[in-house]
């Protein structure tokens, strides 16, 4: 994700011209443009047109379908950022719970228990670290020197990596309770901590497992294809050849706040929009060791 001031119009509106959401788009901006020049020259310099023409009323029905897809961009830009939004809470209620869950237990072992605090130390934020690397489906195992836990690096890679790690933490919380080193009440408080880590982890598969549907995608796009190499053929009689511009520039604004709704409704992947899940995962590990190495 590019963090940038809001503020600083120049450098956000450089950001924009430069995007790839831009360059894509140049070349078929190229393409709206000749077609609008043929539309124009067609109807004014071939057929001859007048301005009694009843072509000249098709700008009507644009008038008309203009705020029905101005409704449609709306609610699909809309339902892409709740998406972007839900996922960047889910991650922000994983930073919460590791931190609560180490301090928990910071509290709960005794300071001179190295062997269950080293293990907590690096197990909880390996929930974090193998949650990222499943939503990026990129299933790198992650290289632990563990020499009291070796568990923690048999991870087996062609398996859900988090489901595994909250398996382990949870094993170790019930073996402490066993061991009687936690009491009842302490083990359902951190029973809490670990079933929210899992649901966590749901809520994030749904996002990514669950796309926009195709057929209201493919609508959009659809629509907005029609309705803007429709527009010269009404417009021309009021524009002229400015529609070579003017058409252009109108199909700019509806295929970008499409693609600006496509690029964040998949907030885990690594486009420049997409959430910093590999830093927010570090930042786990980083405090999660702070708080557990006292």
């Given at each position: 994700?590019?963090?940038?001031?809001p503020k600083?119009?120049?450098?956000?509106?450089?950001?924009?011209?430069?995007s790839?959401?831009?360059?894509?788009?140049?070349?078929?901006?190229?393409?709206?443009?000749?077609?609008?020049?043929?539309v124009?020259y067609?109807?004014l310099?071939?057929?001859?047109?007048?301005?009694k023409?009843?072509?000249?009323?098709?700008?009507t029905?644009?008038n008309?379908l203009?705020f029905v897809?101005?409704?449609?961009?709306?609610f699909?830009?809309n339902?892409?950022y709740d998406?972007w939004?839900?996922?960047?809470?889910?991650w922000?209620?994983?930073?919460n719970i590791s931190?609560t869950?180490?301090?928990?237990l910071?509290a709960?072992?005794?300071?001179?228990?190295?062997v269950?605090?080293n293990f907590?130390?690096?197990?909880i934020?390996l929930?974090?670290?193998?949650?990222?690397s499943f939503l990026r489906?990129?299933?790198?195992k992650?290289?632990?020197?563990?020499?009291?836990?070796?568990?923690?690096?048999?991870?087996?890679?062609?398996?859900?990596g988090?489901?595994?790690v909250a398996?382990l933490?949870?094993k170790?919380?019930?073996?402490?309770y066993t061991?009687n080193?936690i009491?009842?009440?302490q083990?359902?408080?951190?029973?809490?901590d670990?079933t929210?880590?899992t649901?966590?982890?749901?809520a994030?598969?749904?996002?990514?497992n669950t796309?926009?549907?195709?057929?209201?995608?493919?609508?959009?796009?659809i629509f907005?294809?029609?309705?803007?190499?429709?527009?010269?053929?009404?417009?021309v009689?009021s524009?002229?050849?400015?529609?070579?511009?003017?058409v252009?520039f109108?199909?700019?604004?509806l295929?970008?706040?499409?693609?600006i709704?496509?690029?964040?409704?998949?907030?885990?992947?690594?486009?420049?929009?997409?959430?910093?899940?590999d830093k927010i995962a570090?930042?786990?590990?980083?405090?999660?060791?702070?708080?557990?190495?006292?």
């Amino acid at each position: 994700m590019k963090v940038y001031n809001p503020k600083d119009w120049f450098h956000t509106i450089k950001h924009l011209l430069k995007s790839d959401h831009s360059k894509k788009i140049f070349p078929i901006l190229l393409l709206v443009s000749a077609f609008s020049w043929g539309v124009a020259y067609l109807e004014l310099e071939y057929l001859n047109l007048s301005d009694k023409s009843w072509v000249k009323n098709i700008t009507t029905v644009h008038n008309l379908l203009g705020f029905v897809l101005s409704l449609i961009l709306v609610f699909r830009t809309n339902t892409a950022y709740d998406r972007w939004w839900e996922a960047r809470k889910q991650w922000g209620a994983l930073t919460n719970i590791s931190r609560t869950l180490s301090i928990k237990l910071n509290a709960m072992l005794p300071v001179d228990d190295k062997v269950n605090r080293n293990f907590f130390r690096k197990s909880i934020p390996l929930f974090a670290e193998t949650l990222f690397s499943f939503l990026r489906s990129d299933y790198t195992k992650f290289m632990l020197d563990e020499k009291d836990h070796p568990e923690l690096a048999d991870l087996d890679d062609k398996k859900h990596g988090p489901n595994q790690v909250a398996s382990l933490i949870f094993k170790k919380v019930n073996a402490l309770y066993t061991e009687n080193k936690i009491t009842g009440d302490q083990l359902r408080i951190l029973h809490e901590d670990i079933t929210g880590m899992t649901n966590v982890c749901g809520a994030c598969e749904r996002i990514k497992n669950t796309p926009i549907p195709i057929a209201y995608s493919s609508f959009i796009k659809i629509f907005i294809i029609i309705y803007s190499i429709t527009l010269p053929v009404g417009y021309v009689f009021s524009m002229g050849y400015f529609v070579t511009l003017a058409v252009p520039f109108i199909f700019y604004v509806l295929i970008t706040i499409e693609m600006i709704g496509e690029s964040i409704e998949e907030p885990f992947g690594l486009d420049s929009d997409d959430l910093p899940i590999d830093k927010i995962a570090n930042n786990i590990r980083k405090h999660c060791r702070e708080i557990l190495a006292q």
